[in-house]
């Protein structure tokens, strides 16, 4: 065994590590499709614990906040953690947060479930952007970055679909027991096949206030926070969206999904092609194309669904490549920072989902479903602005390593 761990670390070293690089794309499947699952089957989780919808959409912001609360200060103690060690521990409590979910009892328990994946959650996303970059050889880091978080791409168009037909058919704790059995055979892939890497850090702690007042990597940050609470205001709500304010039948709502991911899949492709420069122009540019399409959702009529159908491919091209970008942007740093920028990044990033899911939750409780495509449209507009913002002459050096 301790053979096969040299040559595999040999060979992580020398060159890229395609099979590595895809199982960390697998993984980040099956993460994606934890965290959005619940989008896609808010109805029937209201509907067997008998709550408002907007307070079972609190599972969202649960998971999320818990994200992003955490992500940094857990991954700075696990920071000294090898790295095939670190993968195969957070995958297997991911696994046991999911069996827990499926089985809870309870709306309480579920979140208490949903809360301990979410520490995975956050572990898992905090470090597979420097570790694809570490397994990519002299691949350029946006394109590398690109093959994983393709994942984000991939569990949109077919596993958070597929969980939803499975939740309407079968119900959706069977959809989380499938979660968890995919998380399993993750944890056995890395422990036979994942290359030893040993971590560049030995904690990052002290690193975080020489960051924090890094006047660029904020600008990232607060970007990214509003960017995905504009996101996650409507899209945690799309369901609601498509079946009461245009009409389509739950029956279809699937279909949309597979549409929304399908898209996401072509936005990994162009993020990919813009290497590690335009990336600032890019995202601002993103932004503001996400911003009008979310918006027209609040006008569309009855029966529009060709439109919709288009305006949800727009939508879901779009937030992939503002997700690759805004990571690229992060990477882009000297590569003793990005373990602690990325933790960062993925608190921004996971304050901003939760942020916009219980943001949208309230707008759909007590205002009206239109409500949260007015107001995710808004504060991605917003998000732009910041991003395009003129950059001051004494960091225009700096920002021409991040810009």
């Not at 890229?16 to 099956?30: E, P, Q």
């Not at 919709?308 to 740093?333: D, H, P």
């Not at 942020?355 to 309230?362: I, K, Y």
Request: charge should be positive; include cysteine; proline fraction near 3%.
């Amino acid at each position: 065994m301790q053979s096969i761990n040299k040559e595999n670390q040999l060979s992580a070293n020398q060159g890229t590590d395609w099979f590595s690089i895809l199982a960390l794309m697998v993984a980040a499947i099956v993460f994606v499709t934890a965290e959005l699952l619940p989008v896609g089957i808010l109805p029937e989780i209201s509907a067997s614990f008998q709550q408002p919808i907007g307070e079972v959409g609190l599972m969202v912001t649960a998971y999320a906040w818990t994200v992003g609360l955490s992500a940094v200060l857990i991954t700075a103690l696990l920071a000294p953690m090898e790295r095939r060690t670190l993968l195969l521990f957070i995958t297997l409590l991911f696994a046991a947060a999911n069996l827990l979910v499926a089985c809870s009892p309870s709306l309480t328990i579920l979140f208490i479930a949903r809360i301990i994946g979410a520490f995975s959650h956050g572990v898992f996303w905090s470090t597979v952007g420097p570790l694809c970059v570490r397994l990519s050889g002299q691949s350029s880091k946006a394109r590398a970055t690109s093959i994983v978080f393709g994942g984000i791409a991939v569990a949109t168009i077919v596993a958070v679909p597929a969980g939803t037909l499975l939740a309407q058919w079968l119900g959706w704790r069977l959809a989380f027991v499938a979660i968890a059995l995919a998380s399993f055979l993750i944890a056995a892939t890395v422990a036979l096949r994942f290359p030893r890497l040993p971590s560049e850090s030995r904690g990052y702690l002290y690193q975080l206030p020489q960051l924090i007042r890094n006047p660029l990597l904020q600008r990232i940050c607060f970007a990214t926070v509003l960017a995905l609470t504009g996101h996650f205001c409507a899209f945690t709500y799309i369901s609601v969206l498509l079946e009461k304010g245009i009409g389509i039948s739950s029956s279809h709502l699937a279909f949309y999904l597979f549409l929304f991911g399908g898209a996401g899949v072509l936005g990994s492709v162009l993020a990919g092609k813009l290497a590690d420069h335009h990336l600032r122009h890019a995202c601002q540019l993103i932004m503001a194309i996400m911003a009008v399409v979310i918006m027209l959702f609040a006008f569309l009529p009855i029966g529009t669904n060709i439109l919709a159908g288009l305006l949800v491919i727009v939508w879901g091209a779009g937030i992939c490549i503002l997700t690759i970008t805004l990571q690229s942007l992060i990477l882009i740093l000297p590569s003793h920072l990005t373990d602690a920028a990325s933790a960062i990044y993925v608190s921004m990033f996971n304050i901003g989902i939760g942020s916009g899911a219980l943001l949208g939750g309230l707008l759909t409780d007590h205002i009206s479903t239109q409500s949260v495509a007015w107001v995710g449209s808004a504060i991605l507009l917003v998000a732009a602005i910041i991003v395009g913002w003129p950059i001051k002459k004494n960091q225009t050096q700096t920002a021409a390593n991040l810009f």
